[in-house]
């Protein structure tokens, strides 16, 4: 019995035993693991208390900013109150300047020498002369369209060259020209008179197209073609009254008369480009409407005018303002149904030049014309002239011109000889324009 208590008492001590030692373990690692979560939470709080400063930094910064700003505000407040600056009106009559248009006055004269025992021929005579001051006129008449205006006093009056106005962008590659204006009938025709290669235009253009050459009020409409057999092509068509008396009908003028010019650009190389231009005209030239109170209405007469064109000019890269050469050519043929032959009058004419730019300021060329007078039965008769001439550059806006003409054919008596020593100056934004 005794020994069986003393059995289960030391079972008892057993289970004591392993208890204690149970709890002692379990307490140690709750103390183990209780650091690492204490670590943790460390960890976040750091982050948080971070993460508070930074918003309380920029909460300061943007605070100073916006007292630093009232600060500014408060100062520019009390300079503005202590120097007060009167008020300014300004009318805006100074900026009218910008619509007044630009203004260019071109003068040309000359001193001639006519060849002769007389000093003087049907065509001059010896002495100085003053051939032609140009006011030139051009203004932006508004985003869409200007204007230009030429006009020409002569020492016996003032005349209008041209008046137009050109929309420049109508449609696409498409500008429109309307008023008074030189014709595009090959090249030098559309061009004015003091800014001519020579001093005087070919001699079959102003006997085939007329002194004054074509310049007759009407449109023009131009056409920037795409790029088709050359590197541009630019198709011209012109309708206009037929005011040229010496082709159409003149002060009784016929309308319409139709004009149209293809041009063609190649460039060659850098250096050389050929221009080759065809022309073609039609209109009538009977006379229709009242002159001295009697009324006029002949029959349909027709003029046809047909021309061809070539332009090749060389101009080398870096020195184009020292050094060039130009060859320019133009034929002209005429076919005008005559009221006072039976024949038509059909003459043909051309003339060739050449000119080399030796430097900055010194050009020298050489023209030669051929022409058949213009009238009928006109078969074997011929006029050429042989044009040497000198220009001298003195400056943009100056320019000296020597220029010799001989003249000769088998319908003149006695060749004419002409020595011309011609000045053209030219003054505001226009200077020198060919048109």
């Known amino acids: 019995m005794a020994f069986i208590k003393e059995k289960q008492f030391y079972h008892l001590f057993l289970f004591v035993l392993f208890l204690a030692m149970l709890l002692a373990s379990g307490k140690a690692l709750y103390a183990q693991q209780k650091p690492i979560e204490d670590l943790d939470s460390l960890k976040v709080q750091i982050?948080?208390?971070?993460?508070?400063?930074?918003?309380?930094?920029?909460?300061?910064?943007?605070?100073?900013?916006?007292?630093?700003?009232?600060?500014?505000?408060?100062?520019?407040?009390?300079?503005?109150?202590?120097?007060?600056?009167?008020?300014?009106?300004?009318?805006?009559?100074?900026?009218?300047?910008?619509?007044?248009?630009?203004?260019?006055?071109?003068?040309?004269?000359?001193?001639?020498?006519v060849q002769n025992e007389n000093g003087f021929n049907e065509n001059g005579r010896t002495g100085a002369h003053f051939r032609v001051l140009g006011i030139h006129v051009q203004s932006n008449l508004d985003p869409f369209s200007l204007t230009k205006i030429a006009l020409e006093v002569h020492p016996d009056g003032i005349e209008l060259g041209e008046a137009y106005v050109i929309w420049a962008n109508l449609f696409k590659n498409i500008s429109l020209t309307a008023g008074k204006f030189r014709q595009q009938f090959g090249v030098i025709n559309r061009w004015h008179a003091h800014s001519l290669d020579q001093f005087d235009f070919p001699l079959p253009l102003v006997t085939i197209l007329g002194e004054e050459g074509l310049n007759q009020t009407g449109f023009s409409i131009d056409w920037l073609m795409p790029n088709l057999w050359a590197h541009a092509n630019t198709l011209t068509l012109q309708i206009t009254n037929g005011q040229n008396d010496h082709l159409f009908a003149g002060e009784l003028f016929s309308f319409p008369v139709v004009l149209g010019h293809l041009k063609n650009y190649y460039d060659l190389n850098p250096d050389t480009y050929l221009e080759i231009g065809l022309s073609g005209m039609v209109g009538q030239n009977n006379q229709r409407g009242y002159k001295e109170g009697r009324l006029i209405k002949e029959k349909t007469r027709l003029t046809?005018?047909?021309?061809?064109?070539?332009?090749?000019?060389?101009?080398?890269?870096?020195?184009?303002?020292?050094?060039?050469?130009?060859?320019?050519?133009?034929?002209?043929?005429?076919?005008?149904?005559?009221?006072?032959?039976?024949?038509?009058?059909?003459?043909?004419?051309?003339?060739?030049?050449?000119?080399?730019?030796?430097?900055?300021?010194?050009?020298?060329?050489?023209?030669f014309d051929y022409t058949q007078p213009f009238v009928a039965n006109n078969s074997g008769k011929n006029i050429y002239q042989i044009v040497p001439y000198v220009t001298w550059w003195q400056s943009h806006w100056v320019r000296f011109r020597l220029q010799y003409n001989y003249t000769n054919g088998n319908v003149i008596e006695k060749p004419n000889h002409l020595i011309r020593l011609q000045l053209t100056w030219a003054a505001g934004p226009h200077k020198h324009e060919r048109y």
Request: neutral net charge; proline residues 2%.
């Open 304 to 367: 046809k005018l047909t021309g061809l064109d070539l332009t090749l000019n060389w101009e080398p890269l870096n020195r184009a303002h020292y050094h060039s050469l130009t060859w320019r050519s133009e034929l002209y043929y005429a076919d005008k149904e005559d009221s006072l032959s039976k024949n038509n009058i059909k003459a043909w004419g051309a003339y060739s030049y050449l000119q080399y730019r030796f430097n900055e300021r010194w050009y020298a060329g050489l023209r």
């Open 47 to 113: 982050k948080n208390l971070e993460k508070r400063l930074n918003q309380l930094e920029e909460a300061q910064t943007e605070a100073e900013l916006q007292k630093l700003k009232e600060q500014a505000l408060q100062e520019a407040s009390r300079a503005s109150k202590e120097e007060v600056e009167p008020k300014v009106f300004k009318s805006g009559q100074r900026s009218l300047q910008a619509l007044n248009p630009e203004i260019s006055v071109t003068g040309d004269a000359f001193l001639q020498r």
